[in-house]
Nanobody, 126 residues
């Protein structure tokens, strides 16, 4: 049974930092593309960042470029999202996801992902 468990969310002031973690089990982590998505109240879920398994190529949505960094540790079956310079508009539930894929391009569409975590709340205050 595949499980993705996010952690690291919380309440932070604008300009602060958080690091989200997503621990995976029940799959061969090193052969899965991993992504982070978020959903704010009243809004649709949106792509945040993703990393391929084959080359660790990354991509980000424009609003987080230069502030967020996605990385993976295959030895720990974990993907991370380092979030710096947080803004009020980053407030959302953050989900990690795993995708079976050739790993040759970054997957930005949520329908490409096969497994999802339960989410972790990130709240940025002024």
């Amino acid at each position: 049974q595949v499980q993705l468990v996010e952690s690291g969310g919380g309440l932070v002031q604008a300009g602060g930092s958080l690091r989200l973690s997503c621990a995976a089990s029940g799959l061969t982590f090193s052969t899965y593309d991993m992504g982070w998505f978020r959903q704010a109240p009243g809004k649709e879920r949106e792509f945040v960042a993703a990393i391929t398994w084959r080359t660790s190529t990354t991509d980000y949505t424009d609003s987080v470029k230069g502030r967020f960094t996605i990385s993976r540790d295959n030895a720990k079956n974990t993907v991370y999202l380092q979030m710096n310079s947080l803004k009020l508009e980053d407030t959302a539930i953050y989900y990690c996801a795993a995708a079976r894929s050739p790993g040759r391009q970054v997957l930005v569409g949520d329908r490409r992902y096969d497994y999802w975590g339960q989410g972790t709340q990130v709240t940025v205050s002024s």
